[in-house]
């Protein structure tokens, strides 16, 4: 028992750390280099011809958000957005490709193939109103097109965490 409230402890202090982190950024005037000193090194970053840099903080799997921060030509940020919002899952519809659906909602939390089926399925964790643990989960057919998406407890919550342990 006492593993689990440490774990919760830990997590709740990752979640919060997440938000503290955005909180001390603002819009037009930080810096990437402010950026990347509270959100530590992109896992992606991407030029556009423009100049405008494109930095990709996925906390996928143990996390439940995904960061997309823009810098512009001026070298100040000019957007932070967490990607796993009703919003972007709305946005999701049969026929998109899997690259729109990662530009949409960035790196899964995880990808299961089902080869008889010819099919796949990307998962994304999120917290439903900042509590409840939830998947939203995305199959994709041979062609690489969404067929269906669907909302679901995070299996992972209900059995204790990663390693289904209580």
């Known amino acids: 028992m006492r593993h689990l409230t440490a774990a919760l402890f830990l997590a709740a202090g990752l979640l919060v750390g997440a938000c503290d982190r955005a909180s001390k950024l603002e819009e037009g005037v930080s810096t990437e280099a402010q950026v990347r000193q509270e959100f530590g090194e992109p896992t992606t970053v991407t030029i556009a011809p423009d100049g405008t840099r494109t930095l990709e903080y ?41 690259e729109q659906v990662r530009e ?9 193939p089902f080869a008889l089926k010819q099919e796949e399925v990307w998962d994304w964790r999120f ?30 919550e209900s059995q204790g965490g990663p390693s289904g342990s209580r």
């Open 58 to 98: 996925p906390r996928q799997p143990e996390g439940w958000t995904n960061y997309r921060i823009q810098i512009g030509a001026d070298g100040k940020m000019s957007s932070l957005r967490q990607l796993l919002n009703p919003d972007n899952f709305a946005r999701v519809k049969p026929g998109l490709t899997r």
């Open 104 to 112: 949409l909602l960035g790196h899964p939390a995880k990808t299961t």
């Open 127 to 156: 917290k439903e109103h900042g509590q409840t643990a939830r998947l939203f989960s995305v199959t994709f057919d041979a062609a690489g097109r969404v067929l269906t998406t669907g909302v679901g407890d995070d299996p992972r």
